[in-house]
């Protein structure tokens, strides 16, 4: 139990299809982050909320929606998916300072068909 | 810009026989160096924070250590449950809190 938890584990969706990745942390945090992870690939950074405000999108396309209620709460919704979306979806937060450690969610297995 | 590199990309090891995975890294002033493990189809998990050169950490078979351009992740006698991708991260000065991650070292022990 790392203090951030993702659900779904596991998503099969077809490209016509809209669902959403859910995170919350349990560790007093203020930094959120999305990352994706391909097969055989290093993490890639999607986006980045601090207290609730998006930081960093590093180009990802408009398909994934992100959304940051609340500093312990993050989203993202996905709709007209690729099959090269199908990937590990992880789920990171830390306080948002720096030399803070990150800690990361199980992660959502996402296959899209 | 930040880099970090992972030697090797790949590492097979008989059980009990030790060696040292590398993270060389770049950045404009160190805040913060991360070790993770991470297991097939799992989110990395956490092993070490290094704040400073000449500081050292340790968990069980695992030992972290940090100079001023690197990292190394010692693994004494492991075993194969020590078998994972372990992961390298960086956080530089200038206010940024986002780390910078490498490639990874995947690593097999033998039985």
Known sequence: ETGVTQT???????MTNKKSLKCE??????????????????????FVYNFKEQTE?????????PECPNSSHLFLHLHTLQPEDS??????????????????????????? | EDQVTQSPEALRL?????????????????????WYRQDPGKGPEFLFTLYSAGEEKEKE?????LT???????ITAPKPEDSATYLCAVQA???SYIPTFGRGTSLIVHP
């Open chain 2, 68 to 74: 001023k351009k690197e990292s190394f992740l010692h």
């Open chain 2, 14 to 34: 008989q059980e009990g026989e030790s060696s040292s995975l590398n993270c060389s890294y770049t950045v404009s002033g160190l805040r913060g160096l991360f």
């Open chain 1, 25 to 46: 942390q349990h560790l007093g945090h203020n930094a959120m982050y999305w990352y994706k992870q391909s097969a055989k690939k290093p993490l890639e950074l999607m």
């Open chain 2, 93 to 95: 000065s200038g206010g």
């Open chain 1, 8 to 14: 779904p584990r596991h998503l099969v969706m077809g």
């Open chain 1, 57 to 65: 999108n590093n180009s990802v396309p408009s398909r994934f929606s």
């Open chain 2, 61 to 65: 078979r695992l030992k972290a250590t």
């Open chain 1, 87 to 113: 990937a590990l979806y992880l789920c990171a937060s830390n306080r948002g300072t720096e030399g803070n450690t990150i800690y990361f969610g199980e992660g959502s297995w996402l296959t899209v068909v």
